[in-house]
């Protein structure tokens, strides 16, 4: 079953225009959830994004968040979703095709759950990533359907063996394809700050919110790829990807080459934090 504006239908009977402006122009804005064990993790925050990127580019919410989070949780019900994703996405719906808003637009939202297992493996062992040219918009602070740019980046990676593209616009790195990039130097924790260069994601909050329990200094201020070579530390995270260990830039070690020990840290303390999260 899947979610469709406030109806939950087989997915078989959806049906989305050929001219719906999220198909035909990548118009609308998107979320990814993660579930575990039942509970949606950070909805809030998740649903105060979308609301953001809502009106950033003018589209109406097809439902009011109240209903849309009732549905989120009867969808889980009706699939019987335990621990996956929700993906969730709002288009500004069906109109003859012309780049202006519709004068009566009517949104459309689509909803389904995923059941990708958490990368356990990948987190212990780390991953590799290259570096690329930031060719996205200079609007990455929505979460626009538009994923082009990211989408290159990507296949780039993965055509290298990588897990991630981490990118860089006017000599500063700015976040991965589908991450937010933290690096650490002398015990210091540094990611690019909010704006309009890189998405507020959610882990990423999590993430600073965790450090600042315990501590350990981070610093929102934009780095340079030279500094993100010489790092002691330096990982990804999402959503889907949690905290994710870069073990090698572009061949290079980070570090000495294995998961860092703040790395570590940062990943035990968000799995305590899925826990408590479960007992609310
Ligand atoms: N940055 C980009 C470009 C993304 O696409 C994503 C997630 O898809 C993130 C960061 C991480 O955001 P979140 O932690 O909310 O999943």
Redesign the pocket.
Known sequence: MILFNDQLIRREEARVDIEDRGYQFGDGIYE?VSVYEGKIFRLEEHLQRLSYCAGEIGIELPTSLEVLITNLYKLIEVNQLVNGQIYFQVTRGYAPRNHPFPAQPKPVLTGYVTRKPRPLELMKTGVKAITLDDIRWLR?DIKSLNLLG?VLAKQKAIEQGAFEALLHRNGKVT??????LFMIKDGKIQTHPLGNL??G????IVILELAGQKNIPVIEEPFSLKELYAADEVFV???TSEVMPIITIDGNPVGNGSVGPLTRKLQELMEEMLFAHQEK
Do not use: A, H, P
């Not at 976040?175 to 937010?180: D, F, H, I, R």
């Not at 994601?201 to 990423?204: A, E, F, H, S």
């Open positions: 990814v990455c990211s976040e991965g394809s589908s991450t937010n890189i998405l994601g959610i882990t990423r995270c999402s959503t």
